[in-house]
C-alpha cells in the first residue's frame, strides 16, 4: 500500500492534479471568451457594448473572475509540467515554464483592461467628463486593447507549447503523437497572434488554424486526467538524468 509520503511526491498525482487544472482553464477561458464576452461586445457598434455590459454586468464581473482563476491554475500547472518534464531535460523544462509563467503574467496584467470597460461606466467622475459617445469609444478601445493583450500573451505560450511538445515526444513516457500535436499548437499560436500584429487583415483568414490548439489542448488535458504517464518510464528517465 502506498504512503502518504509516496502519494505526495507521485508524478502520477501531479499528472492528474495538472489535467484536473487544465481542465479549469479549458472550460472557464471557452466561457469567458465564447460566452460572455463574444456575446456583449458588438464589434463596431460601442454604444450597444456599452449597454450590453450594463445590462449584464454581473455577467461581465463573472468573466472577470473566471479569467483571474484561469490565470491562477495556469501558475500551478507550468510548475507541475515542469517537474514532469525535467527528468527529460532539465533546462528546456525550465524554459518551457518560465515562458508559460510570462503569458500567464501579461494574460492576468491584461485583465485590467477587461476591467476598465466597468470603471469607465460605473465611474462617476468618468461620465462627467466624457460625452456618451466618448465614453463608449473608450470602453470599446479598453476591450480591444485586452483583446490583443491576450494575444500578445499568446506569442509567449506558443513558444512554451513548442518546447514542451519536443519534451512530450522525446519523453518515453508520454505519446510521441500528443508531443507533435502540442508543438504544432504551438506553431498555430505564433502564426495567429503574429498575423493579428503584423497583418491584420488577414486575422480572420488564419483564424480556423485554432482549431489545432483546442484539439490540442483538450487531448493533453484528458491524457492527463484519465491516464497520467508511465511512471516506470519517468522513473528511470529521472535516475539517467540524476546520474549523468
Known amino acids: 500500500m502506498m ?3 509516496t502519494l505526495e511526491t507521485s508524478p502520477q498525482v501531479y499528472a492528474r492534479i495538472a489535467g484536473g487544472l487544465y481542465l479549469i482553464i479549458i472550460v ?3 466561457w469567458s471568451e465564447m460566452f460572455v464576452r463574444s456575446t456583449l461586445i458588438v464589434a463596431g457598434d460601442a454604444a450597444a ?3 450590453n455590459i ?3 454586468e454581473g455577467l461581465f464581473r463573472a468573466s472577470f473572475a473566471a479569467d483571474s482563476i484561469m490565470a491562477l491554475s495556469d501558475v500551478a500547472v507550468a510548475v507541475l509540467l515542469y517537474v514532469l518534464l525535467r527528468p527529460v531535460n532539465r533546462t528546456l523544462a525550465l524554459v518551457a ?3 508559460r509563467l510570462m503569458q500567464t503574467a501579461v494574460v492576468a496584467l491584461n485583465l485590467l483592461h477587461h476591467y476598465a470597460a466597468l470603471l469607465l461606466l460605473n465611474g462617476g467622475a468618468y461620465a462627467a467628463a466624457f460625452d456618451p459617445p466618448q465614453l463608449h ?4 478601445l479598453a476591450l480591444d486593447v485586452h483583446a490583443h493583450g491576450y ?7 506558443g513558444v512554451s507549447c513548442l518546447v514542451l511538445g519536443y519534451l512530450i515526444a522525446r519523453s518515453g513516457y508520454f505519446p510521441r503523437a500528443l508531443g507533435i500535436l502540442v508543438a504544432a499548437a504551438g506553431l498555430a499560436y505564433l502564426i495567429g497572434s503574429y498575423t493579428l500584429f503584423l497583418a491584420p487583415n488577414y486575422a480572420e483568414t488564419v483564424a480556423p488554424i485554432y482549431v489545432v490548439p483546442l484539439i490540442s489542448e483538450v487531448a493533453l488535458c484528458l491524457w492527463l486526467l484519465l491516464r497520467g504517464l508511465n511512471v516506470e518510464q519517468w522513473e528511470k528517465r529521472l535516475g539517467a538524468a540524476g546520474a549523468a
Open 97 to 99: 515554464a518560465a515562458f
Open 49 to 51: 457594448t456599452a449597454g
Open 137 to 140: 469609444a473608450l470602453v470599446a
Open 54 to 56: 450594463m445590462a449584464s
Open 3 to 5: 504512503t502518504n509520503a
Open 28 to 30: 472557464f477561458g471557452i
Open 151 to 157: 494575444d500578445l500573451g499568446l506569442l509567449f505560450f
